[in-house]
């Protein structure tokens, strides 16, 4: 009987892979495409340079301008994935395109696994269908190029199943794989987990009302405070050294999210464009929530009253949970903006977009618990053909460049292009930003000689020959957590000047220099709250097991 069930499941699994190819297809085509992002290129490939040359956790890049603390802030989840995948082989820009092809699966499947609870395996099915083919996920891939958004997705249906389940069942692998899944999530993307955490919050608190379950509480408050362990190596140093880099160019100009609210009937247009969100009412993208789950949604509320109280209840909480999030986005919820500081890093108040197609995907699934067994095994297979249908066209880019290669997106010559490169992590230090480049450390002339130097990506090396004292000027950015060693004792680091390089003086003499970028102290405990944390998940399954024996 479990053999058959597994079995079952297991095909359907493999029908919504196959379901998800038409909105993964142009991801098959040779070369590469335009998006509004480009860059994940790049970090991908700084991402695979800086774990080969044993940096772990990776915190420093070296090619953008004279280094950066980029993963220091920015979530590193897909671009650790990123190096795996470049590690099997493959190029990267053919590893970019596998991440964001498997951030449709998986979204996919995670949603199936979430719905199924609810609504059954049709449901779960046709929830999935709704997820993956939802425009903005379509705006996320192909329009904007927003990587670690895309892989976002994956999380928000993992984090409502398992926390659903620990409800249910206050178990150790319940706590385990919730813990797991709020870990992903934070360390994918710092904004839809801030965006995300009072929906998972309600939802939780909507489990508690529902089973009154006191000691559920305790499984969901460890499991959330299990998870941010997990992720501390980053959440730790992402916000206590915040200051450190110049985060103002995240919210000023463009990126002010008081530019950037939705206009109601956006959210039930059909336009779709590749241009850019714009000031005002009218926009160059498409921030529509979709007509397929305008639909389902009205189906499902039309046949809301028939059947479970329990699953009713669910629904209508999800649903305003769900205009929660188009709220979020419109201009009357500016107050709520502007009372927190923190949710202007947001930039883009239609990013809420992510929760919102969740959300009604979710609840569109339940049209099939609440249809008559014949009725929804006739019309299965043709709601799911006609959603893909309706869909589709918008699952490809605006252009492709067949002639596309790594080096259009990772040589040192595009790398060089101050204009091709963020500013969102400089380092305060950085006020000018230079055309003419070094490429090695220099000195006051005469006074000393370089040689030998070897840059890698969070240290480096050379020799020295002073002949009278002297500052040396280093092509590396400076940051706290740098040491400067000669002769192997620690130099003092001078003030950078407005190029934010890192300099210090050395006497006359013969020197070896290292240089080496290591953990401040927030750094070091927010490993060691990893470690520990990893320890305990360990733990945790070992003891489950031996206690099961």
């Not at 998870?227 to 450190?244: I, R």
């Not at 209840?313 to 009357?332: D, G, P, T, W, Y």
Request: hydrophobic share 50%; proline share 5%.
């Amino acid at each position: 009987m479990k053999i058959g069930l597994l079995a079952r499941e297991q095909a359907t699994v493999l029908l919504i892979i196959v379901l998800t190819i038409p909105a993964l297809l142009a991801l098959t085509r040779p070369g590469f495409f335009p998006t509004q992002d480009y860059i994940y290129v790049a970090r991908v490939y700084q991402m695979d340079k800086s774990l080969f040359d044993g940096q772990f956790p990776v915190r420093w890049i070296p090619d953008f301008r004279y280094g950066e603390p980029l993963y220091n802030f920015y979530a590193p989840l897909p671009y650790y994935l990123g190096a795996v995948v470049k590690a099997l082989g493959f190029s990267y820009l053919n590893t970019v395109k596998i991440l964001f092809a498997l951030g449709f699966v998986l979204s996919g499947v995670a949603m199936y696994f979430l719905a199924k609870q609810f609504f059954g395996s049709l449901g779960g099915v046709v929830s999935a269908v709704l997820y993956i083919f939802a425009p903005y996920h379509s705006v996320d891939v192909y329009v904007r190029g927003a990587l670690s958004e895309s892989w976002a997705l994956i999380f928000f249906p993992l984090i409502f199943l398992f926390a659903y389940q620990l409800s249910k069942k206050a178990g150790i692998m319940n706590l385990i794989w919730l813990a797991l899944s709020l870990a992903g999530l934070f360390y994918t993307h710092n904004i839809m987990t801030m965006l995300f955490m009072p929906f998972f919050v309600g939802w939780c608190g909507f489990l508690l009302w529902q089973n009154r379950s006191v000691k559920s509480l305790g499984y969901l408050v460890a499991a959330l405070f299990l998870g941010a362990g997990l992720a501390a190596s980053f959440l730790l140093p992402a916000y206590f050294e915040k200051d450190f880099v110049q985060s103002d160019k995240l919210i000023k100009g463009y990126f002010d999210f008081r530019g950037h609210f939705v206009a109601i009937p956006e959210f039930f247009s059909t336009f779709w464009g590749y241009g850019a969100s714009l000031w005002g009412p009218k926009d160059d993208m498409s921030f529509q929530v979709g007509v397929a789950h305008w639909a389902f949604l009205a189906a499902v509320f039309a046949c809301i009253f028939k059947k479970a109280r329990e699953i009713k209840v669910m629904v209508i909480f999800l649903a305003v949970e769900f205009l929660f999030s188009l709220f979020m986005q419109h201009n009357r919820s500016a107050p709520i903006w502007e009372a927190f500081s923190l949710m202007a890093f947001t930039q883009f108040p239609w990013r809420f977009l992510g929760i919102s197609i969740f959300l009604a995907s979710l609840i569109g699934g339940a049209v099939m618990f609440y249809l008559p067994p014949r009725l929804k095994n006739l019309i299965f297979i043709p709601l799911l053909l006609g959603v893909i249908a309706l869909y589709v066209g918008y699952f490809h880019p605006e252009s492709y460049y067949l002639d596309s290669v790594d080096d259009h997106y990772i040589s040192k010559e595009i790398l060089a292009k101050d204009d091709r490169l963020p500013k969102d992590y400089l380092p305060i230090w950085v006020k000018k930003i230079s055309d003419q480049k070094i490429e090695t450390p220099v000195a006051g002339a005469g006074k000393a000689q370089i040689s030998n130097f070897h840059n890698r990506s969070a240290s480096a090396t050379f020799n020295a020959t002073v002949k009278y004292e002297t500052e040396i000027e280093t092509p590396i950015t400076y940051f706290p957590g740098w040491e400067v060693k000669a002769n192997s004792a620690i130099v003092k680091i001078d003030e950078p000047d407005e190029l934010g390089l890192i300099r210090f003086k050395l006497p006359a003499g013969e020197y070896h220099v290292s240089m080496q970028l290591t953990d401040t102290p927030i750094r070091a405990w927010g490993n060691i709250l990893s470690l520990i944390s990893v320890a305990g998940i360990v733990l945790l399954f070992v003891g489950r097991k031996f206690n099961r024996l």
